[in-house]
């Protein structure tokens, strides 16, 4: 091979590589780290919502709902969620539907980047519906978080104990989508009745999925 095309290739290689990561790799809006409504108003008006207007979501409000669950908050790492000896077991996927500028697709959230990672694209909010005993929240919302934990990470440190400690996390989390969701005008709701092996084949994930959460405008 000659310089000219070595160089040719180089150019080819390089033009595939962006492309392959603009494709799948995009960059959430930078949160909000102060609001306009109190932690005691979203307290006080916390709900479980499972009808939503068929308006879409903006990337500006999945971004916020995204950090409030995970969000990177100090240099060391810290997270919006505390963690049982900062062992970080959830993971968090996202299957949009209805999301502006948003591909519909199942994404994974990437929080030391604030970026959404394609998994798969496509609309996959029946099939997510059918794993969920058919509840139309999920079928409806134009966004759905899923909370998956591998429970290894914790495990590793704390035995046994380390899954009590996992399943006591979510919680955490999930709270945090709801009081996150009622400061930007936004219902969900924290579902746990699902088949487990048909949304894990859903997500083509190894993690198990302990929460699945809609979210929509109220
Ligand atoms: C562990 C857990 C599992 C739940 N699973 C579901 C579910 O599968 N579907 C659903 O619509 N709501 C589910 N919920 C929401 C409860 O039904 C709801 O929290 C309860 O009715 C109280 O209402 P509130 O959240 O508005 O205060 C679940 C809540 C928890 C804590």
Redesign the pocket.
């Known amino acids: 091979m000659n310089c000219t095309s070595k160089i040719l290739l180089i150019f080819v290689l390089l033009a595939v590589s962006t492309t392959a990561e603009n494709k799948t790799s995009i960059q959430l809006p930078s949160p909000e780290t102060t609001g306009k409504v109190s932690v005691e108003e979203t307290l006080a008006k916390?709900?479980?919502?499972?009808n939503y207007q068929s308006t879409s979501l903006s990337m500006k409000d999945l971004g916020q709902l995204l950090w409030s669950a995970q969000g990177i908050t100090a240099k060391w790492g810290g997270r919006t969620a505390p963690s049982a000896g900062t062992t970080y077991p959830l993971e968090l996927y996202v299957v949009a539907g209805n999301v502006e500028s948003l591909e519909a697709g199942l994404y994974r959230y990437v929080p030391v980047s604030h970026k959404l990672n394609m998994v798969s694209k496509g609309d996959i909010r029946d099939k997510l519906s059918i794993a969920?005993?058919g509840?139309q929240?999920v079928r409806k919302a134009p966004v759905t978080i899923i909370i998956a934990a591998d429970f290894s990470r914790t495990k590793k440190r704390y035995g046994e104990r380390g899954i009590i400690y996992v399943y006591i996390e979510v919680?955490h989390v999930?709270e945090n989508i709801?009081l996150q969701s009622e400061s930007l005008g936004l219902g969900t709701?924290?579902?746990?009745?699902?088949n487990e092996k048909l949304l894990k084949e859903l997500l083509k994930i190894n993690e198990e999925p302990l929460?699945?959460m809609p979210v929509g405008k109220k």
């Open positions: 916390r709900r479980s919502i499972r969920c005993l509840q929240s919680g999930g709801y709701v924290a579902i746990g009745a699902f929460y699945v």
